[in-house]
């Protein structure tokens, strides 16, 4: 399995956004969102502030991690980790691991994330040291 790091810094073609977007929507299962906000959210990722980690086996994309930078900090945590998902034949093998310390390494500062109580990853993020400090509420206009 071959983990790379993608920057703002770096040569991602539109076709590769397409690529992650596409992977992201069919792996994130119940939990996703639509390709074109995936799109907006790697766009924002690696053209504003934030990184993509992949795992690739034989050229295909196995695993992958969105983070977005807030550009802010203290009151706000400075990343949100937007998206992860891995393939469903690499589920229960650690994949979702490696890519989450992976993302802990590469950024700058503290990390929110929201998961879905029913969501399996939850226990993950908590062996990982995420807790729960707050209630997210949301007020769709």
Not at 1 to 19: C, R, Y
Request: hydrophobic share 35%; with cysteine.
């Amino acid at each position: 399995m071959n983990i790379t790091s993608i920057t703002p810094n770096d040569k991602f073609t539109p076709s590769d956004k397409e690529a992650v977007a596409t992977f992201l929507e069919k792996h994130l299962d119940e939990f996703g969102d639509t390709h074109d906000d995936i799109l907006k959210c790697l766009n924002y990722a690696l053209t504003k502030g934030g990184f993509v980690i992949l795992a690739r086996e034989d050229e295909q994309i196995k695993g992958a991690v969105v983070v977005n930078e807030t550009g802010m900090k203290g009151y706000i945590p400075e990343n949100i980790l937007v998206y992860i998902a891995v393939h469903r034949d690499q589920r229960g093998k650690g994949l979702g691991k490696q890519l989450m310390q992976q993302a802990i390494a590469r950024a700058n500062g503290d990390i929110a994330l929201h998961v879905e109580p029913n969501n399996p990853a939850k226990r993950l993020y908590e062996k990982l040291g995420f807790t729960n400090k707050y209630l997210e509420m949301r007020l769709k206009k």
